[in-house]
T-cell receptor, first 116, second 114 residues
Framework: AQKITQTQPGMFVQEKEAVTLDCTYD???????LFWYKQPSSGEMIFLIY??????QNATEGRYSLNFQKARKSANLVISASQLGDSAMYFC?????????????FGSGTRLSIRP | DAMVIQNPRYQVTQFGKPVTLSCSQT?????MYWYQQKSSQAPKLLFH???????NEADTPDNFQSRRPNTSFCFLDIRSPGLGDAAMYLC?????????????FGPGTRLLVL
């Protein structure tokens, strides 16, 4: 069964510093997708970045980049030059392969707090 | 802008009084999902529609039902809310239920049961 592990329940980072949020996953499938979502206190789940299992290059979206190490089954999110607005809960997620019960599996989340 | 919309954003209901939450999307996506998220937990999938095909998760209580009258709209019905059903309810869509497709979420409806 697929599984996502986020080992950092909470992190504090100084504004303007870079931060890495850890994510490891477990799957026996060859084709899968990895996602990071941000959830501020308002509750909305905001899509940040996607990495496909066959993508050879690490995904990047503005200040977000995904450090994808397939052999180690890790998909860490890197936020460069952190801002106060980055304070939120961050979820790593993976989609199961296509099936009638296709769904996203979420990790337990990391609460990131940015200090001014 | 194309988006996923949920109404209302906050819903207060009484114990045992039926309640309906709504979700609409302008993305024209084939798949719509309903998640329940309790405080400090990851979202938990309740069910999803792939077009008109309804797919219920095995551990979703019978108290939760869903309707999708057309591509754009999907409803979550809670027939007899209990105190344990107080949570954030998130609607999401994706073009196809494949590993490479992103799920886009609405802003959520926070349900309070008195």
């Amino acid at each position: 069964a697929q599984k996502i592990t986020q080992t950092q329940p909470g992190m504090f980072v100084q504004e303007k510093e870079a931060v890495t949020l850890d994510c490891t996953y477990d799957t026996s499938d060859q084709s899968y997708g990895l996602f990071w979502y941000k959830q501020p206190s308002s509750g909305e789940m905001i899509f940040l970045i996607y990495q496909g299992s066959y993508d050879e290059q690490n995904a990047t979206e503005g200040r977000y980049s995904l450090n994808f190490q397939k052999a180690r089954k890790s998909a860490n999110l890197v936020i460069s030059a952190s801002q106060l607005g980055d304070s939120a809960m961050y979820f790593c997620a993976m989609r199961e392969p296509y099936s009638s019960a296709s769904k996203i599996i979420f990790g337990s989340g990391t609460r990131l707090s940015i200090r001014p | 802008d194309a988006m996923v919309i949920q109404n209302p954003r906050y819903q207060v209901t009484q114990f045992g009084k039926p309640v309906t939450l709504s979700c609409s999307q302008t993305l024209n996506h084939n798949v719509m999902y309903w998640y329940q998220q309790k405080s400090s937990q990851a979202p938990k999938l309740l069910f999803h529609y792939y077009d008109k095909d309804f797919n219920n998760e095995a551990d979703t209580p019978d108290n939760f039902q869903s309707r999708r009258p057309n591509t754009s709209f999907c409803f979550l019905d809670i027939r007899s809310p209990g105190l344990g059903d107080a949570a954030m309810y998130l609607c999401a869509t994706s073009r196809e239920p494949t590993p490479q497709e992103t799920q886009y979420f609405g802003p959520g409806t926070r349900l309070l049961v008195l």
